[in-house]
């Protein structure tokens, strides 16, 4: 992936310029990276995650052709370059099938890898950090490596097969698990620079023994945790005097950086500062989400009080279907006196999973429409979505609900975009960030 490797190049030539990384499948939240990659003409990056997409469906239902498909879709209805929309698989190992024993479950994983490289797929996370069912519970960096090693010789055999752009890979993997912590955090520990190391060279010793010299030169990225984390209801935030060692490691590799998971809820000079600090792949999910989720909820607020029949009910229809199906936040969520919070206003955003719902869908789309007759009133705007209010008085926003609902996530994907190409920001059109 040429885009990506000239990207790292420029990094590491002293460039403070980097990378983000969008992991989501909700058709407004990719509508809104697509919209920020076109005011900033800059690449865009979409990634689905192994229990998202893989060759069984995942929770989308989709396969990693059928959201290459969509994906696609949704870029040429925003007229986006399809030569600048860029897709990455995240996480792609065992994790779908860690209660299966080891083998079973990695010869499902190389099923996968090929799959999203067949597909089109050209940034490929290879995380073999997860235990399976006849593992000890802890892995060694040599088999997580040997594991890894094993996936990229099916992605590189998937690549020999369909042509076009050799993939670019990203090795190791971020403690503690992707999407936030399940549990209250107060510190974090860095990775050491010799965990860093010892990751980096465990993965080339196994991509070396079993012939992968020249994928192993198209290794990018390293995942580490720098020191960045949320719960459900807190954030920690970047601290550059933390990292500085482990910052300094990476700056002696040729061609590889850092990828830096969880920096959800970040604040645009923490963002600003990993990319500087060679934290050059930043990556967004449930702060994306989540950003939908409070836009959502503010019209819902603003349909009480100008709807006054055949309102959407949007809130209780989310939190009563969250009730009847609990399986993707009953393992997060164990306060019952503070059930209700954390449904809705947990960090770790398990709301996002509940979006495709039948129901849920047939009020989201109720809302819309119940919205849609005309320009919502200023008062209300500037009650209860300020941020909007000022871009629609700007003259930056159209007041219509399709515009402002997309705005609501692109509003925090700016930060993003900022943070990584600082210098396309210089000739937009001044929109401040908010």
């Known amino acids: 992936m040429r885009a990506i490797l000239d990207l790292i190049q420029r990094h590491k030539a002293g460039a403070p310029v980097g990378l983000y990384s969008v992991c989501s499948a909700h058709p407004v939240v990719l509508a809104a990276a697509l919209q920020v990659g076109q005011e900033c003409s800059t690449p865009v990056l979409v990634e689905a995650t192994s229990n998202q997409v893989n060759q069984y469906g995942g929770y989308t239902g989709m396969r990693p052709a059928d959201f290459r498909r969509y994906v696609a879709g949704l870029a040429r209805e925003a007229g986006f370059p399809e ?113 860093a190391a010892g990751t980096l060279a465990a993965h080339q010793l196994a991509f070396t023994r079993r012939g992968l010299g020249a994928a192993w030169e198209r290794v990018v990225g390293l995942v580490v945790q720098p020191g960045v984390e949320f719960d459900h209801h807190k954030v920690i935030d970047y601290a550059p005097d933390k990292a500085r060692e482990l910052s300094r490691f990476i700056d002696g590799q040729r061609s590889i950086v850092y990828e830096a998971h969880s920096t959800d809820y970040q604040t645009p000079a923490a963002l600003k500062a990993l990319v500087e600090d060679h934290f050059a792949i930043i990556k967004v999910g449930p702060g994306a989400t989540y950003a939908l989720r409070e836009t959502l909820w503010s019209l819902a607020e603003i349909e009480d009080l100008c709807v006054r029949q055949g309102r959407s009910q949007l809130k209780h229809v989310v939190l009563e279907t969250m009730q009847r199906h609990p399986q993707h936040w009953q393992r997060y969520y164990h306060d019952a006196g503070q059930l209700q919070l954390d449904l809705q206003f947990s960090l770790s955003d398990r709301i996002r999973y509940y979006w495709a719902h039948p129901q849920v869908q047939k009020a989201c789309a109720a809302l819309l429409h119940n919205l849609s007759q005309g320009p919502l009133p200023l008062t209300l705007l500037s009650q209860h979505l300020p941020h909007q209010y000022a871009a629609i008085r700007g003259g930056r926003l159209d007041n219509s609900i399709p515009h402002i609902l997309r705005d609501g996530v692109a509003r925090v994907l700016r930060h993003y975009a900022r943070a990584s190409q600082p210098a396309a920001w210089t000739t937009h059109k001044g929109e401040p960030l908010q």
């Open 83 to 195: 030569q600048r929309l860029l897709l990455g698989g995240d996480h792609l190992g065992p994790n779908c099938w860690q209660s299966e024993p080891a083998e079973a479950a990695m010869a499902k994983a190389e099923a996968m890898v090929a799959d999203y490289v067949r597909a089109g797929f050209r940034k490929i996370h290879l995380d073999c950090s997860m235990a399976c069912a006849d593992d000890p519970v802890t892995l060694d960096d040599a088999t997580v490596a040997a594991r890894a090693a094993r996936l990229c010789a099916a992605a590189e055999a998937a690549h020999a097969e369909s042509g076009g752009e050799a993939p670019v890979y990203v090795v190791g993997t971020e403690v503690p698990v992707p999407g936030g912590a399940h549990e209250a955090l107060d510190t974090l520990a860095v990775t050491t620079p010799g965990a």
